[in-house]
């Protein structure tokens, strides 16, 4: 071709970026569609509030209260949940009071819409005298719809794990969900949420461990079964979790809460660390509270 026909390279160059720029403009525009189309079949039919779960678990058991604290975002606090027992943290506070043989006091700080920066927050807003045995946190999801960098949300998340383990507090993360199980987000809206959520929960666990926690991946560890099941694992909105997405949920993180606490805590009430609890004799009562 002569010289003088070829396209000069600048031209070429913003020619170029002119079909880039109207791709990603058009990408955008329809991924903002798909969103609006996800919040509209969402919506909010479950209101803003859990139910209050916070009491002692299992008082029967007798002895002094473990302190079990709830971190995070609407799934910690337990909203899709339609009884207080029902909630991740009265599943987890009674169950770990089986565990252990000890009553379980639970306390719950998570808040719905919470982001990781709002982590800060919750913990200052814990009386001044209040330690925790052990603390679970569940965050991420807002972080990925808000599309807050991966590095400044899991940057947060290490800080209030720093605090809670400096004075003493097991913590336990279980991190990012899966966001591709969400059937009421339309394509490719929900694959790109499945990613982004894999590549928070990555980043939340190498922080986590770092600083101590132990990590439960929700992705791994439940996600199959909110794909499998969706109608009985999502509740009513077909975002959060139903009665039985938070049994799955709870089933997953206990084992982990309870070794962080026998093996990594220590207790709210003396400072030291706690023992694993012996067995119950098969004859001893059970308390049913809760």
């Known amino acids: 071709m002569p010289r003088s026909a070829r396209t000069p390279f600048p031209v070429a160059v913003a020619a170029a970026l002119v079909v880039v720029g109207a791709v990603v403009l058009g990408t955008r525009v329809a991924l903002a569609r798909q969103a609006a189309i996800a919040r509209r079949r969402i919506g909010k039919p479950l209101g803003d ?11 029967g058991l007798g002895g002094t209260p473990l302190e079990l604290l709830l971190l995070g975002d609407s799934i910690a606090a337990g909203l899709g949940a339609q009884h207080r027992k029902e909630t991740l943290g009265g599943r987890l506070a009674k169950g770990l009071a089986g ?13 719905v819409g ?3 920066a709002d982590l800060a927050g919750q913990i ?5 005298d209040y330690r925790a045995d052990a603390a679970v946190i569940i965050v991420g999801g807002n972080d990925v719809t808000h599309r807050v960098p991966v590095a400044v949300a899991a940057a947060h998340l290490a800080e209030a794990i720093r605090r809670l383990r400096a004075v003493g507090t097991a913590v336990v993360v279980g991190t990012c969900p899966d ?17 982004a959520s894999q590549q928070l929960a990555t980043a939340q666990a190498d922080r986590a461990r770092a600083e101590g926690a132990g990590v439960v991946s929700l992705r791994r560890a439940v996600g199959p079964f909110f794909r ?8 009513l909105d077909r975002f959060h979790p139903s009665a039985l997405g938070y049994r799955r949920t709870a089933e997953a993180l206990l084992p982990v809460v309870r070794d962080a606490i026998t093996h990594g805590g220590a207790d709210a009430a003396t400072g030291r660390r706690i023992p694993p609890a012996a067995p119950r004799p098969r004859s001893a009562p059970t308390a049913t509270a809760g």
């Open 114 to 116: 919470a982001e990781s």
């Open 49 to 59: 509030a859990a139910p209050t779960a916070d009491r002692v678990w299992r008082a």
């Open 124 to 128: 200052d807003a814990l009386p001044a």
């Open 99 to 111: 565990e252990l043989d000890r009553p379980v006091r639970l306390r719950t700080g998570a808040v």
């Open 228 to 235: 499998i099941d969706p109608d009985g694992m999502f509740s």
């Open 179 to 195: 966001l591709g199980a969400l059937r009421a987000v339309p394509q490719p809206l929900r694959s790109i949420g499945s990613r």
